[in-house]
Protein backbone atom coordinates (compact mmCIF):
# COMPACT_ATOMS: atom_id res chain seq x y z
CA UNK A 1 0.00 0.00 0.00
CA UNK A 2 1.19 3.16 -0.74
CA UNK A 3 0.60 6.50 1.15
CA UNK A 4 1.86 9.95 2.01
CA UNK A 5 1.66 11.81 5.00
CA UNK A 6 3.26 15.04 6.23
CA UNK A 7 4.82 16.06 9.48
CA UNK A 8 4.38 19.84 10.45
CA UNK A 9 5.22 20.66 6.96
CA UNK A 10 3.77 22.75 3.89
CA UNK A 11 1.43 21.01 1.94
CA UNK A 12 1.47 20.54 -2.11
CA UNK A 13 -0.53 21.65 -4.03
CA UNK A 14 -4.17 20.07 -5.03
CA UNK A 15 -1.49 20.93 -8.86
CA UNK A 16 0.34 23.20 -10.52
CA UNK A 17 3.90 24.66 -9.10
CA UNK A 18 4.05 24.55 -5.48
CA UNK A 19 6.27 27.72 -4.20
CA UNK A 20 9.14 25.89 -1.44
CA UNK A 21 8.13 28.73 1.14
CA UNK A 22 5.87 31.59 1.91
CA UNK A 23 6.33 34.88 0.59
CA UNK A 24 6.55 35.61 4.46
CA UNK A 25 8.96 33.40 5.12
CA UNK A 26 11.26 34.47 2.05
CA UNK A 27 10.56 38.19 3.53
CA UNK A 28 12.24 36.82 6.36
CA UNK A 29 15.25 34.74 5.22
CA UNK A 30 16.02 37.40 2.45
CA UNK A 31 17.98 39.75 4.91
CA UNK A 32 19.83 36.45 5.90
CA UNK A 33 21.42 35.56 2.77
CA UNK A 34 25.47 36.15 2.52
CA UNK A 35 26.24 35.42 -0.36
CA UNK A 36 22.96 33.69 -1.43
CA UNK A 37 23.43 31.34 1.28
CA UNK A 38 21.60 31.09 4.83
CA UNK A 39 22.85 30.08 7.64
CA UNK A 40 21.99 26.85 9.53
CA UNK A 41 18.22 26.37 10.23
CA UNK A 42 18.25 26.44 14.09
CA UNK A 43 20.35 29.95 13.73
CA UNK A 44 16.94 31.53 11.92
CA UNK A 45 15.37 31.61 15.22
CA UNK A 46 15.97 33.23 18.83
CA UNK A 47 17.43 30.97 20.99
CA UNK A 48 14.10 31.03 23.03
CA UNK A 49 12.34 29.10 20.02
CA UNK A 50 15.20 26.54 19.31
CA UNK A 51 16.18 25.57 22.91
CA UNK A 52 12.58 24.05 23.59
CA UNK A 53 12.99 21.94 20.90
CA UNK A 54 15.27 19.84 22.24
CA UNK A 55 15.46 17.31 25.36
CA UNK A 56 19.57 17.59 25.74
CA UNK A 57 22.46 19.06 24.03
CA UNK A 58 23.74 16.04 22.69
CA UNK A 59 20.31 15.65 20.57
CA UNK A 60 20.89 19.52 19.95
CA UNK A 61 24.37 18.83 18.47
CA UNK A 62 23.82 16.33 16.16
CA UNK A 63 20.91 18.13 15.01
CA UNK A 64 22.67 21.53 14.57
CA UNK A 65 26.19 19.23 12.99
CA UNK A 66 23.73 17.69 10.28
CA UNK A 67 22.00 21.06 9.10
CA UNK A 68 23.62 21.96 5.42
CA UNK A 69 23.75 25.40 4.98
CA UNK A 70 20.97 26.03 1.73
CA UNK A 71 21.17 28.71 -0.90
CA UNK A 72 18.06 31.07 -1.13
CA UNK A 73 17.46 30.77 -4.08
CA UNK A 74 16.09 26.83 -3.02
CA UNK A 75 12.99 28.53 -0.83
CA UNK A 76 12.36 30.97 -4.03
CA UNK A 77 11.59 27.54 -6.35
CA UNK A 78 7.86 26.33 -6.96
CA UNK A 79 8.08 22.43 -7.42
CA UNK A 80 6.32 21.14 -9.88
CA UNK A 81 3.20 19.12 -8.84
CA UNK A 82 1.60 16.30 -11.23
CA UNK A 83 -2.12 16.05 -11.17
CA UNK A 84 -3.75 13.21 -8.98
CA UNK A 85 -0.25 12.79 -7.08
CA UNK A 86 -2.39 12.58 -4.29
CA UNK A 87 -4.94 9.59 -5.24
CA UNK A 88 -4.25 7.44 -2.63
CA UNK A 89 -3.82 8.08 1.53
CA UNK A 90 -2.57 11.03 2.13
CA UNK A 91 -2.62 12.20 5.98
CA UNK A 92 -1.01 15.04 8.19
CA UNK A 93 1.11 14.61 11.45
CA UNK A 94 0.50 18.11 13.58
CA UNK A 95 2.92 18.82 16.28
CA UNK A 96 1.48 22.14 16.65
CA UNK A 97 1.88 25.80 15.86
CA UNK A 98 2.72 27.31 13.09
CA UNK A 99 1.02 24.19 11.44
CA UNK A 100 -2.41 24.24 12.51
CA UNK A 101 -3.81 25.95 9.29
CA UNK A 102 -1.91 23.20 7.16
CA UNK A 103 -3.71 20.68 9.56
CA UNK A 104 -6.72 22.24 8.83
CA UNK A 105 -6.45 22.22 5.22
CA UNK A 106 -5.31 18.22 4.91
CA UNK A 107 -8.79 17.67 6.80
CA UNK A 108 -10.83 19.96 4.18
CA UNK A 109 -9.05 17.32 1.55
CA UNK A 110 -10.14 14.40 3.09
CA UNK A 111 -7.24 13.63 4.81
CA UNK A 112 -6.50 12.05 7.98
CA UNK A 113 -5.01 14.00 10.60
CA UNK A 114 -3.65 13.40 13.89
CA UNK A 115 -1.89 15.78 16.48
CA UNK A 116 0.54 14.25 18.69
CA UNK A 117 1.44 17.36 21.26
CA UNK A 118 4.97 18.89 20.52
CA UNK A 119 7.31 21.32 19.28
CA UNK A 120 8.54 21.25 15.43
CA UNK A 121 11.01 18.66 15.89
CA UNK A 122 8.98 16.33 18.05
CA UNK A 123 10.40 12.99 16.62
CA UNK A 124 13.57 13.89 18.02
CA UNK A 125 11.88 14.15 21.77
CA UNK A 126 9.31 11.10 21.17
CA UNK A 127 10.34 9.17 18.74
CA UNK A 128 8.27 5.94 18.86
CA UNK A 129 5.21 8.39 19.55
CA UNK A 130 5.58 10.13 15.81
CA UNK A 131 6.24 6.24 14.57
CA UNK A 132 3.08 5.22 15.77
CA UNK A 133 1.31 7.88 14.43
CA UNK A 134 2.82 7.95 10.90
CA UNK A 135 2.22 4.32 10.94
CA UNK A 136 -1.17 4.73 11.94
CA UNK A 137 -1.60 7.18 9.37
CA UNK A 138 -0.59 5.42 6.80
CA UNK A 139 -2.37 1.87 7.23
CA UNK A 140 -6.04 3.34 7.10
Known amino acids: MTASVFVDAALPARSGPTPVARPELLDFLRPMA ?32 EQPTLPLSYYEQHIPVPDGWDDHPCGYLLFGPPYDDLADEARRRGWRVAHLPGAHLHQTVDPAGTVRHLVELAAR
Open 34 to 65: VDGRLPRWTDWWDEADVAPMFTDPRTRQTVVE
